[in-house]
């Protein structure tokens, strides 16, 4: 028994799960449930007990794929048990149960792929999952244009990928990722440019500056594909990708990469502050602490993205369910229409959004606290001095504030309506995480270990602590008190535009309708019904043709 | 090999295509079923054959006479005029179309391709009505055209080297084997002489458009480049004019209403995509230019075929007005969706592979033109999704109720046989040895 028992086990669940839903809805729920609660115990039970021999597919049984494993195949499974409670009522539930497994099976099999066409397979495999996931609810035009988004601003990142490939056979010569890795080693030139074809593709996939487009109007797919595709699984892909072609990324890719990172740190934690749709600022927070683990990998501390991987997927795992209940009890994600959940009767889920809420902001003792940490902490020696403490301080200063924001403006104040959590499909899942996040900080050393490195040790860096405290107090103080609201309002417009992307999104937007509108009238226009015309075409290339050739000869 | 069973090959085409013309003698429910029955013996039999020949020829017989059976087998549901000329005109189709590929010998080629392009007319002019003879006389007018060249090229070639061999082509002058390349590039929609195919394809019964955009112009732009590929300044203004073909293509594809049109247009780019792959110069794009031909084929011809079923159900082609007309249908949704992902590029269908691989051999010709590729296949996901969409989405506007069930299941076989093949891409192309 080899790894890849795991995705091929969730593929041809898949494929059962759009036969059996044809019949029975409860059938379909307890396959998926069986088949991701199966793979998951798989997962662990081979990775603790030793992969076997290889099966089918070329595998990677090293400890960065079984880690990524174990996070893909746990998640989805704690997942597809909340979307039970989720989708119910929901009419194309076979269609979701057959796209979600077929997700967790092939971010499954990308995690573990040997080869790189493998992964490139996978790779695009979860994309199309991605897409037709986020267009779920396809009657709402939002909808299918976000799915369309999503899928075609990844594949302009994967032009980058394609040019790898082709680069890596050419001169490579070898498709096995330990080889290509060793091949690169040995040419840095070559390795360069491959290192930065892969950057463009991991930043299509993650949501990096500048094809972070996709990933706010991804939101308006279901909260358990928000979850577990737009937080936890799939937009680390890109991560995994430089993770485990870490070894070949040069000094100038790593440069690149790093100030790629920043800039979109900043600008997500902007927006996430300034947005009004609750998905939306976990969406921006969610890209913010991608780039977080980006900036890990850039400044050389590759366990640290990986831990911050890890805590993170908890975090905003259990930051996606919640608003989930929230959105389903409320029926609303507009931050405006919301208040006072608390009071409404939302106890658990307060409880559970404030554990993850305080981990994300890195509030010792939870595990964000100390992976952050260590990510921040090789951010300031990357950038040396002043320049580095400032950045430190206001990265941590807009997390606090723009979580503490989102915990006070959902759930203090007074209620509006009596809300009532009472689905335990979706209880349970939400404890579990809740739990985890909580309990997570001793998970971090055994995993580390796991990984191979030695532990980051944590320190309480000051400048971190001080961001920390600002941005909590700032919090508090202007949507838990009210105070500064004359600012507020004169800010409103800023915010717009930052909840919109800084109007990147528009912008791309306008150049790919006017392009595709012009030139496709232009082509259009060139048909021309006349068949005398059209043989007057032919004549004219044979001409041309002729006098090519007579000037050639 | 292709030479061994030409000969057999040539007579159970011509033996099946009077057969099947002749049931027209029988009453019209005999016929139309006598015609089916033979022309699926036929097709099955020539089949067959091309497996066993293997090669370039063999490769082309498998995809047309796959298709071919597709068509014959929807036919039964969604042709009503004249069931039994429709299908022999389809066997005849598909039969000639691994002559052109197989074949060593110019003026068997020219029998085959005049066999092809009258099968192809007829096929277009097929409904008799204003729009169909409008369709005809374009392709008549501009094909017509490219066969004369294409046979002056002949000429020049046998009284230059006094052979008629394939082979011969590459001693003969240069303005012998440019002529043949445009005449046969005419038929292959190369930009800018694929100005009769949205019609043609448009207005054909659905059975006969799944051949022509499926497998027809790809055979004719493997005759093109068989020619073409000889001298390198055609081939290399061939490659230049099909990426302009690959965009041009898929932008208009961008701007139809009319589902077929659409299909066509987007055919347009597809067998641009092929020429580009062959004519690269690079060994890799070529192979998978090959594997694109059965990618796209199968999946196209589901496309038109689930066109047919919906022009049988709702009267009509325009995607503004069949909108949600899939939605009721499990059956009918599975293999729109999965044929519209698949012709994206997407896993787990064969267009994956051949996308993947004609972009990096392109990458290793030229960047610059696997760019051009990869740009028009991002085009493409515009109008791909839009269709996918359109007919999922929403409520039917009349439910009424033809089930149409042996269409449908064709479709939905060719989407599986790309599913099953994308499993083992190579073993296909070992099997005809094409890698």
């Known amino acids: 028994m080899g790894l890849d028992l795991v995705p091929l086990l969730l593929l041809v669940s898949s494929v059962a799960a759009l036969v059996v839903g044809r019949y029975s809805r409860r059938a379909c729920e307890l396959l998926a449930v069986a088949a991701s609660g199966g793979a998951a115990a798989l997962a662990l039970y081979l990775i603790l007990g030793g992969a076997g021999s290889p099966g089918v597919l070329p595998v990677l049984a090293d400890p960065l794929s079984e880690f990524m494993l174990a996070v893909v195949c746990v998640l989805g499974f704690l997942i597809v048990v909340y979307s039970v409670g989720y989708m119910a009522g929901e009419e194309g539930f076979a269609r979701y149960y057959f796209f979600i497994l077929l997700f ?42 976000a799915g369309l988004k999503a899928f075609t601003v990844t594949r302009v990142g994967d032009v980058g990928f394609l040019a790898a490939i082709a680069l890596i056979i050419y001169s490579a010569g070898t498709t096995s990722i330990p080889g290509v890795i060793q091949a690169l080693g040995a040419d840095a030139s070559l390795a360069g440019l491959v290192g930065a074809l892969l950057l463009l593709a991991a930043a299509g996939k993650s949501a990096q500056f500048p094809l972070l487009v996709w990933l706010p109007d991804a939101m308006e797919g279901p909260t358990s594909v928000s979850a577990l595709i737009h937080a936890a699984t799939m937009v680390k892909a890109g991560v995994y990708l430089l993770s485990r072609f870490y070894p070949v990324l040069t000094v100038e890719v790593r440069e690149l990469l790093f100030w790629l990172a920043l800039a979109t740190a900043f600008m997500s934690a902007v927006s996430a502050l300034a947005s009004y749709d609750l998905k939306r600022v976990l969406a921006f927070s969610t890209i913010n602490h991608l780039a977080l683990m980006f900036l890990a990998l850039a400044a050389g501390a590759w366990a640290a993205a990986q831990l911050h991987l890890l805590s993170h997927s908890l975090f905003k795992a259990l930051l996606f369910l919640c608003a989930g209940l929230i959105a389903h009890e409320v029926g609303t994600r507009n931050l405006d229409e919301i208040s006072g959940l608390w009071k409404a009767g939302l106890r658990l889920t307060g409880v559970a959004f404030l554990v993850g809420a305080l981990s994300l902001a890195g509030v010792p003792p939870l595990p964000g ?45 007074e209620p509006k309506k009596e809300c009532e959590e009472h689905n335990l499909w979706m209880r349970v899942p939400i404890a579990a995480l809740a739990v985890a996040t909580l309990a997570g900080a001793p998970l971090i050393l055994p995993v580390s270990k796991f990984l ?32 500064l609201a004359g600012l507020r309002a004169a800010l409103k417009p800023l915010a717009r535009l930052a909840d919109r992307v800084y109007l990147l999104d528009d912008l791309y937007t306008w150049i790919a309708r006017q392009v595709s509108q012009r030139l496709s009238y ?11 015309v059209n043989t007057l075409w032919l004549l004219g290339l044979v001409i041309l043709l002729s006098i090519v050739i007579l000037a050639v000869v | 090999m292709w030479e061994a069973v030409e000969s057999t090959y040539l007579l159970v085409l011509f033996v099946g295509t009077a057969a099947a013309l002749s049931s027209r003698l029988l009453p019209r429910r005999a016929a139309s079923a006598v015609s089916t029955a033979i022309s699926a013996a036929a097709l099955a039999l020539l089949l067959t054959m091309s497996l066993q020949a293997g090669g370039l020829a063999g490769y082309i017989g498998f995809v047309s006479t796959v298709i071919g059976l597709a068509a014959v087998a929807a036919a039964i549901d969604i042709v009503h005029e004249d069931k039994a000329l429709h299908n022999a005109l389809v066997l005849a189709l598909s039969g000639s179309l691994a002559v052109l590929a197989g074949s060593g ?8 391709w005049e066999l092809m392009s009258v099968s192809v007319l007829i096929l277009v002019a097929f409904h008799r009505d204003r729009e169909a003879a409008e369709a005809a006389l374009k392709y008549l007018m501009l094909c017509g055209v490219g066969s004369a060249l294409a046979l002056v090229g002949i000429a020049l070639v046998a009284l230059e080297t006094g052979s008629t061999a394939v082979g011969a082509v590459q001693r003969a002058s240069m303005l012998a084997r440019a002529l043949l390349a445009v005449g046969f590039a005419t038929e292959a929609a190369l930009f800018p002489l694929h100005f009769w195919l949205p019609d043609a394809h448009m207005v054909a019964p659905s059975t006969a458009s799944a051949m022509l955009s499926g497998i027809v112009i790809e055979a004719a732009a493997v005759l093109a480049w068989r020619v073409a590929g000889t001298d390198p300044v055609t081939s290399r203004v061939f490659l230049l004019l099909a990426a302009a073909g690959a965009l041009l293509g898929n932008l208009s594809a961008l701007a139809q209403d009319d589902f077929k049109r659409l299909l066509a247009y987007s055919s347009v780019a597809n067998v641009s995509y092929v020429l580009m792959g062959l004519c690269s110069g690079s060994e890799l794009a070529r192979t998978y230019a090959y594997l694109h031909i059965a990618a796209h084929g199968f999946l196209k011809a589901a496309l038109f075929l689930t066109s047919g079923v919906l022009l049988a159900v709702h009267g009509t082609r325009s995607l503004a007005a069949l909108r949600g007309s899939a939605a009721r249908d499990n059956l009918l949704k599975l293999v729109v969706i999965a044929s519209c992902l698949g012709l994206t590029g997407a896993p787990p269908l064969l267009p994956f592979w051949s996308e993947l691989f004609l972009a990096v051999g392109l990458f290793g010709a030229s960047p610059p033109l696997a760019l051009a590729f990869i740009i028009a296949v991002v085009i493409s996901f515009g109008y791909y999704f839009r269709v996918l969409y359109g007919l999922s989405v929403g409520a039917p506007s009349d439910s009424s109720q033809k089930a149409l069930t042996t269409a449908k299941l064709t479709a939905l076989s060719l989407v599986l046989l790309s599913a099953a093949l994308f499993l083992q891409p190579r073993a296909l192309l070992a099997f005809f040895s094409l890698a």
């Open chain 1, 104 to 145: 967790i099976g092939a971010m499954a099999g990308l995690v573990v792929a040997a080869d790189i066409l493998l992964l490139y397979l996978f790779w695009e495999l979860v994309g199309v999952c991605s897409a037709m996931l986020i267009s779920f609810w396809w009657d709402k035009p939002e909808a299918r244009r």
């Open chain 1, 369 to 413: 606290f100390f992976t952050k940490e260590a990510v921040l902490e090789a951010v300031a020696e990357h950038l040396v001095g002043p320049a580095g403490e400032a950045v430190v301080l206001l990265l941590s200063f807009l997390s606090a504030a723009y979580i503490f924001r989102l915990f006070l403006r959902v759930f203090a104040g």
């Open chain 1, 452 to 483: 191979g490195v030695h532990h980051v040790e944590a320190r309480l860096d000051a400048w971190a602590l001080l961001g920390l405290v600002t941005g909590s107090a700032l919090a508090y103080a202007v949507w838990g008190r009210g105070l």
């Open chain 1, 522 to 532: 232009a082509a259009v226009r060139l048909q021309q019904g006349n068949p005398a």
């Open chain 2, 105 to 112: 010998d110019l003026i068997r080629i020219f029998i085959a």
